[in-house]
């Protein structure tokens, strides 16, 4: 569905990765490495936030790298970084409907039940601020809020950084139910790795803004050389 052709990408002049090309299909594709290999600017080199130098972004086979953010939107694409992912001043509500801005209200209403029907959690704070949630609960609004967007792709970038062990549990729950009841594709950068490489069906290890392995998640788990190569020592 999404895929990179020879990406050097970053921010203004400074280049983060080279030479990146990955193909992302259905299911879940886990991006891992160390930090700073790369694994944010890779998203946001897809959705359009960072700085393309050389390379290309397709979507079905369409040429999408010059589109911008809003546009890729309405491709199908969402795109949820680790932090500043809902509008911590509206209620869980107002951003769920914000979400589907321009949808008739009909569809909007069916949208807004069926994210919800995901995520029941939300429910009971629909009239809450979304800035009073707690770190797993504003994840699970983002993600909600990007299936009432009609996403198709969803990338999260560590959605279950800073939170504990058990609520993190609950969001590669709700992760695996996104690809499972709703088909969605996911691009899943994540620093659990072991927990990331269970529940996906392939991977990508960053190293230095390079690919250094690319593969179905459970050969990596079962590379003799597993626990070197995620933190960044390639022989």
Do not use: W
Not at 106 to 122: M, N, T, V, Y
């Amino acid at each position: 569905m999404l895929r990179t052709e020879n990406l050097n990408a970053g921010y203004k002049r400074l280049q983060i990765l080279f030479d990146v090309s990955i193909n992302i299909d259905k299911g879940i594709t886990a991006i891992i490495g160390p930090n700073g290999s790369g694994k944010s600017t890779l998203l946001k080199s897809i959705f359009g936030i960072a700085t393309i130098h050389s390379g290309k972004v397709f979507l079905n086979g369409k040429d999408i790298t010059k589109l911008p953010p809003h546009e890729k939107v309405k491709l199908g694409i969402a795109y949820l970084p680790q932090t500043e992912n809902v509008f911590s001043n509206l209620t869980v509500e107002e951003n769920l409907k914000i979400a589907g801005y321009g949808v008739e209200k009909h569809e909007l209403k069916e949208r807004i039940d069926s994210a919800i029907g995901l995520f029941p959690e939300l429910r009971a704070f629909l009239k809450r601020k979304a800035g009073s949630l707690s770190g797993g609960e504003r994840q699970m609004l983002a993600m909600a809020s990007a299936l009432v967007k009609d996403a198709k792709i969803m990338m999260l970038d560590e959605p279950t950084a800073q939170l504990s062990p058990k609520l993190a549990e609950k969001i590669f729950e709700k992760v695996q139910m996104l690809r499972d009841e709703r088909n969605l594709t996911i691009v899943l950068v994540e620093q659990n790795i072991k927990k990331v490489l269970e529940i996906s069906e392939r991977v990508y290890l960053f190293a230095s803004g390079r690919i250094v392995f690319a593969g179905s998640s459970s050969e990596l788990l079962c590379n003799p050389k597993f626990e070197k190569m995620c933190v960044g020592v390639i022989d």
